[in-house]
């Protein structure tokens, strides 16, 4: 495997194009929205249009994103980029870090440096990681991918072999949350043996797909009438919080595509919705997520032409059942840490989960969401130093 060196350097002629969508954008009529019931609030997108246009600095962007290492291997045939960060003390253990959807790598770039270097971020220096942040198949600069059968379980073996094969890490660590969660649990499944253990702040059965309705999350277990009212509430809640983007990303992905490939302003409604739907926005969108980071995580789909790939991971892991590797209890055998988030607005998906965790370490968080290592970079920072401590002194 040949690792080359990279740069995100996207062509004038694609930034200039850009621009040019930007300012001709044609918004449709929105009232009666201001709670976001009907879909991403039109406020809400026009100041950042107008940001965009008008206050964003893509070069200073750029300047940050290209200050990390950036680097890319093809396994069995898929682009791999990635990040690494070398640690800096007396013993680094290495550590892959994954991110979901509408995720990209830049939700991570709070979290590397003072996971590498805790010295410099007051920190002990006996919790260093060598640090691992890779783009999912099919996401930002993992691409182009132009093979199908790329999904969570397929993702943990070309992990497997970046970590072990490509860098030379005997052992490991692993972190993620969303799809990386899933990618995660995964490798504490099937290559126990060879991690340390792995810590995730979301919690999704390996089975979230197997089953005749793939496209509905509940897998059609609608919310029971004897439930109190509460609970129905928040079943359904929950239920209409995840169901637009699942059904349609696993039933019609690339139709989907077409729109959001030619308007960058479709594109930023479809992902800042989510941030909005799953993160912790008690205090509003911009409390949680600034419109810069909002702003060039959609430049990092838009450039790099992902979004089709990024949305076909949902289509593959309902066509690509997953398979257990092994019968043992618990599934996952790794030592788990888990960091629950109250405001995490996809907490649901965890049902069912009871006993597929060696759990080893757990805290649960009143503030932050579902984007945890962008949201609140200090509590994962600090879980993973905890979830890993005791594993460095045994």
Known sequence: MTIEEIQFDPSPARLADLRQRVANAHLPHDFANADWSYGMNGDVLRDLLDYWRDGYDWDGQQQAINSFKHHRVTIDDVPVHFIREPGRGPAPMPIILSHGWPWSFWDLHRVIRP?????????????AFEVIV???????????????GINFWSTADLWHKLMTQALGFPRYAAQGGDWGALTTTQLGHKYADELHGIHISTIAPLTLF?????WDITAGNLAPKELPESERRAFLDWQARIAAHVCVQVLDPQTLAYALHDSPVGLLAWL???RHSWGDCREGLYAAFDRDFLITTAMIYWLTDSFVTSARFYAEAARNPWQPSH????????????????????TGLGKGTGGLF??????RHDRGGHFAPIEVPDIIIEDVRAMFRPMRQS
Do not use: C, K, W, Y
């Not at 996971?115 to 919790?127: K, Q, V, W």
């Not at 019968?327 to 996809?346: C, K, N, R």
């Open 115 to 127: 996971l590498a270097d805790p010295a410099s971020f007051g920190g002990d220096p006996a919790d």
């Open 327 to 346: 019968t043992l209890s618990p599934m996952v055998q790794a030592p788990t840490g888990i960091s629950h988030f109250t405001h995490d607005g996809t």
């Open 134 to 148: 890779p783009s999912m198949p099919g996401f930002g600069l993992s691409t182009p991918l132009t093979r199908t």
């Open 210 to 214: 197997n089953h005749e309705r793939p």
């Open 272 to 274: 800042v919705e989510r």
């Open 358 to 363: 060696n759990l080893t370490f757990e805290r």
